[in-house]
């Protein structure tokens, strides 16, 4: 139950930073559940391998780095999921800013795990 409340509510962050962000287009929705499950998917397989490929760059960046493949994959699931467009890597990259802090509010009014 905890797992749909969060995809849920990452659901409502992806509406909601769409409507911030100018560049960026999402069709209803439908189509920001299925941008949320891609980009859980994503998150889950592909970016911990970036990150473990990506580590010295990391480590010289302080952690920067991260913000770029965090861009990066957002432009990823933009090409994957039809409905949602991105228009370039600096939108995506304040997508990824924003839905990261917007997640983060959002996630302190889920019920935790105790």
């Known amino acids: ?6 995809w849920l509510l990452a659901t409502i962050a992806i509406i909601i930073t769409s409507y911030i962000l100018p560049g960026v287009v999402l069709s209803g929705f ?3 559940v299925l941008v949320a499950l891609v980009i859980g998917i ?45 228009a ?3 939108t995506a990259l304040l997508f990824s800013i924003i839905l990261s802090i917007i997640s983060f509010f959002l996630g302190k009014l889920a019920p935790s795990k105790k």
């Open 1 to 6: 139950m905890n797992l749909i409340i969060r």
């Open 88 to 90: 370039s890597f600096w």
């Open 42 to 86: 994503i998150n889950a397989v592909i970016k911990p391998i970036l990150l473990i490929l990506t580590l010295p760059i990391n480590i010289l960046s302080l952690g920067l780095f991260t913000l770029v493949i965090n861009a990066l994959l957002i432009l990823l699931s933009s090409k994957i999921v039809d409905g949602f467009s991105v």
């Open 30 to 32: 439908w189509t920001a």
